[in-house]
């Protein structure tokens, strides 16, 4: 088992936020409920959801996150994950590190300073949409 860091490393990792680094985590903590609000108001839209499929009839990665997004507000979550798995992730993911940005925006404090974890996790997300696509991509042939 891994000793604990230095009480220098880990009072760095809770190191004062510039008012820029507040601010920015503020907006970006609001992106996941945005998403999901305007998910329903697109689908009601008379336009094309996907430009690639347009262009390529083929689905791109992030094919039916509309709809994900759309069923993850009614609660649905059987449905958005059936509608794209990696989008349903993605979304959960955003709003966990959404409420942390949110928390670090109120306090000024940097919470959680393990990025490296952030970036493990989205990069797991991104891994679950390629996926996800390629298994599409070869149920088209």
């Given at each position: 088992?891994?000793?604990?860091?230095?009480?220098?490393?880990?009072?760095?990792?809770?190191?004062?936020?510039?008012?820029?680094?507040?601010?920015?985590?503020?907006?970006?903590?609001?992106?996941?409920?945005?998403?999901?609000?305007?998910?329903?108001?697109?689908?009601?839209?008379?336009?094309?959801l996907?430009?690639?499929?347009?262009?390529?009839?083929?689905?791109?990665?992030?094919?039916?996150?509309?709809?994900?997004?759309?069923?993850?507000?009614q609660?649905?979550?059987?449905?958005?994950?059936?509608?794209?798995?990696?989008?349903?992730?993605?979304?959960?993911?955003?709003?966990?590190?959404?409420?942390?940005?949110?928390i670090?925006?109120?306090?000024?404090?940097?919470?959680?300073?393990?990025?490296?974890?952030?970036?493990?996790?989205?990069?797991?997300?991104?891994?679950?949409?390629?996926?996800?696509?390629?298994?599409?991509?070869?149920?088209?042939?």
């Open positions: 088992m891994a000793a604990l860091p230095p009480l220098k490393a880990r009072s760095a990792r809770l190191a004062s936020l510039s008012p820029a680094q507040r601010q920015w985590r503020g907006l970006a903590a609001l992106a996941a409920p945005l998403s999901l609000v305007a998910a329903p108001v697109v689908l009601r839209l008379d336009v094309p996907c430009l690639f499929r347009a262009a390529t009839s083929l689905p791109c990665p992030l094919c039916g996150g509309i709809h994900a997004g759309a069923a993850l507000t609660g649905e979550w059987l449905v958005a994950w059936q509608a794209n798995p990696g989008v349903t992730l993605g979304l959960s993911l955003a709003a966990i590190h959404g409420s942390v940005l949110l670090e925006a109120a306090t000024g404090k940097r919470r959680w300073g393990a990025s490296g974890l952030w970036r493990q996790a989205w990069l797991g997300v991104a891994l679950v949409l390629l996926f996800d696509w390629s298994l599409r991509l070869l149920s088209r042939l």
